[in-house]
């Protein structure tokens, strides 16, 4: 499993933006997918957005539309563009590397790095 950090949250008012960033420590996101996932305080680890290894790309129902998610090769680095941010976007924010599919179930994975937060308030 691809160690990665994520960084970029903070704390920003309803109808903002935010662009998260995930990286992998000393490996590369090589023919690999990209997960953005989220736990909300009291609810359970979800999927926000998935960038298959073949490119394929699929959103949450919740975010479609606000979220954009791409992965730069040259960088070795995935983005979660976040726009027009809501209350019910606060979370703490996850990223994942996987090799097949379009986003593992949470469950599929054993170990988490510790997320960057984002918190929307008035």
């Known amino acids: 499993q691809v160690h990665l950090v994520e960084s970029g949250g903070g704390s920003v008012q309803t109808g903002g933006s935010l662009r998260l960033s995930c990286a992998p420590l000393g490996s590369t996101f090589s023919g690999q997918g990209i997960g953005w996932y989220r736990r909300a305080p009291g609810k359970e680890r979800e999927i926000v957005a998935a960038?298959?290894?073949?490119?394929?790309?699929n959103y949450a129902a919740s975010v479609k539309g606000r979220f954009t998610i791409s992965k730069d090769r040259a960088k070795n680095t995935a983005y979660l563009q976040m726009n027009d941010l809501r209350d019910d976007d606060t979370a703490v924010y996850y990223c994942?590397?996987?090799?097949?599919?379009?986003?593992?179930?949470?469950?599929?994975?054993?170990?988490w790095g510790q997320g960057t937060r984002v918190t929307v308030s008035e």
């Open positions: 960038i298959s290894p073949g490119g394929n790309i």
């Open positions: 994942q590397a996987f090799k097949a599919g379009l986003g593992p179930h949470p469950s599929d994975f054993d170990d």
